[in-house]
């Protein structure tokens, strides 16, 4: 059921010294669940946004019939034509076994170096600090281990020359990002109105087909459970972060 909103409109983000956003998440769809609408907003201001999948998705089906390997293939074009929809320039598959992502040195080391190769001035990441999501769900492990396995290489790993010094010699300096938002925070510092957006995040969230054996029941779902009620009568939809800010 749609909640009934107290918050007022939010004004538009200002992205004004953001030239690159990079996302960071488990699974494949799990972009375009959490900010799909936010990146189609990023990308039609001429933001570079890439997403980075951190695991290969190879269980996210309970079909016997598909093989591990042609699930992740499935999956893989699935997010790519998902991130099309969005205007997402690149899609990164770090390739790590779904269901056991750890914050392990070598994982970090990858994705530091990544960071320091796109040089994004905004990260998206999930929360690694959420357990529960509402009254009926636990949230998978792997979304909290990519919200460690980002935050990690933001800090203290990309920005300080000590961490991995041979990446120099490959032309990837240190760099420090100006914003993190962390998406799935008890106490979200900015919601971004993608209303305009959610036909098109919808359409993405669908591309992954693997995941759905009813889309019209999915989406009439998120219809319902996103919906935010307006004093007018009207239903909004919003993505909401906690922003942090690095001077």
Not at 26 to 40: L, M
């Given at each position: 059921m ?26 494949p ?31 996210g ?48 080391k ?31 492990p792997?979304?909290?281990?990519a ?9 203290p ?22 914003y ?26 669908l ?28 239903l ?12």
């Amino acid at each position: 059921m749609a909640s009934v909103s107290n918050n007022p409109t939010p004004d538009a983000p200002d992205w004004s010294d953001v030239k690159r956003a990079l996302v960071i998440v488990a699974h494949p769809d799990d972009a375009d669940f959490i900010c799909a609408g936010t990146c189609i907003q990023m990308a039609q201001q001429g933001i570079e946004v890439t997403y980075m999948v951190l695991t290969n998705g190879d269980k996210g089906n309970h079909n016997p019939e598909i093989t591990r390997n042609q699930l992740i293939a499935m999956r893989q074009i699935e997010q790519r034509n998902a991130a099309a929809l969005s205007g997402v320039k690149e899609v990164l598959f770090m390739g790590e076994e779904d269901g056991f992502l750890r914050p392990h040195r070598e994982i970090r080391k990858r994705v530091t170096q990544a960071i320091r190769r796109i040089r994004p001035e905004l990260i998206i990441c999930t929360n690694p600090d959420r357990y529960f999501v509402g009254e009926g769900y636990i949230n998978h492990p792997d979304h909290r281990n990519a919200g460690l396995v980002a935050i990690e290489a933001i800090f203290p790993a990309a920005d300080n020359p000590m961490f991995y010094p041979d990446m120099a010699d490959e032309g990837y300096h240190p760099h420090k990002i100006k914003y993190l938002y962390v998406h799935g925070h008890d106490a979200p510092s900015l919601r971004v109105d993608i209303t305009a957006e959610l036909p098109t995040k919808i359409e993405a969230i669908l591309c992954h087909k693997s995941q759905f054996e009813d889309p019209e029941k999915a989406k009439a779902r998120w219809l319902e459970m996103w919906g935010e009620r307006q004093e007018d009568g009207s239903l909004r939809y919003f993505e909401a972060f906690k922003v942090m800010k690095f001077g």
